[in-house]
C-alpha cells in the first residue's frame, strides 16, 4: 500500500495515479480543484470507506481505505494543512484538526484499535528533537488527543537510529512532520519503520518518505 499526502488535481497527481493503475494499483480518493489532498494505492482487494468525508471540514485531506482481508484493518492517509499566522488558515488548520479528531472519538473502540492514521500532520510533537517554539496549543494537543485514544507512534516502536526528521527548513533544521500512528492491535504487528530522504534529496519532493512493515498474522 501507497498513502501519498500534497495530491492535487493537476497533471502530475494524474500522471503518478495513472503509473499506479497501470502498475496494478486500485489507487483511491480524489482532489478538489482548489485544496490539496491524499491518494492511497493499493494492490489488492479493498473499500474506500466515505465515512470520514462527511465527517471532517476538508474531505479530500482525509482518506479511509479498508483492506479486504481476513485480518481487520482500516488505513487513514491525512494531510493536515499548513499555515501561517494569518486568522484565517490558523482557523482552517484548527477546525480540521478539531473534525479528525471528533471522526476518531465516534469510531468504536475496536475500529479505532485496527487503524493505521498515515501522512503529513504539519505539526511536530512537545518531544521533538530538537525542541521547537512557535506552535499553538492545538497543535500540540493533536498528538496528546491521538495517544488518550490509544495510538502509537510506529518509529517509536521500532526506532532505528536517531530522532527522525522528515522536513528540512531553510535554515538546516529538522523538522517532523510526517507519521504513522497505530492503533492497540496493530502494535505487535510493526516490524520496522523507516525514514527515506532519497526522494527528499533527489527533489521528488521535500519531504522524507517513510516505510513501515507489518505481519498482519500477528493482529490478534
Known sequence: ???????????????????????????????????????????????????????????????????????????????VPSRDRSPGKIERKRDFIGSLLSFLRSLEPDARDSLMIVGDFNVVSRRHEPPLRGYFQFEYELFDALAELGFTLAHELRPSGRFPHSWIGRTGIGYLYDYVFVGQRLRHSVTSCRYLHGPRESRLTDHAAITVSCRLADVA
Open 1 to 79: 500500500m501507497i498513502v501519498l499526502s500534497e495530491t492535487s488535481a493537476g497533471a502530475g497527481t494524474d500522471l503518478i495515479a495513472g503509473g499506479l493503475r497501470a502498475s496494478g494499483y486500485l489507487v483511491l480518493g480524489a482532489c478538489e480543484r482548489q485544496d490539496r489532498g491524499v491518494l492511497i494505492a493499493v494492490r489488492g482487494p479493498a473499500t474506500e470507506r466515505a465515512i470520514v468525508k462527511s465527517a471532517v471540514t476538508l474531505p479530500s485531506r482525509a482518506v479511509c481505505v479498508r483492506l479486504d482481508g481476513s485480518t481487520p484493518l482500516d488505513i487513514l492517509g491525512v494531510y
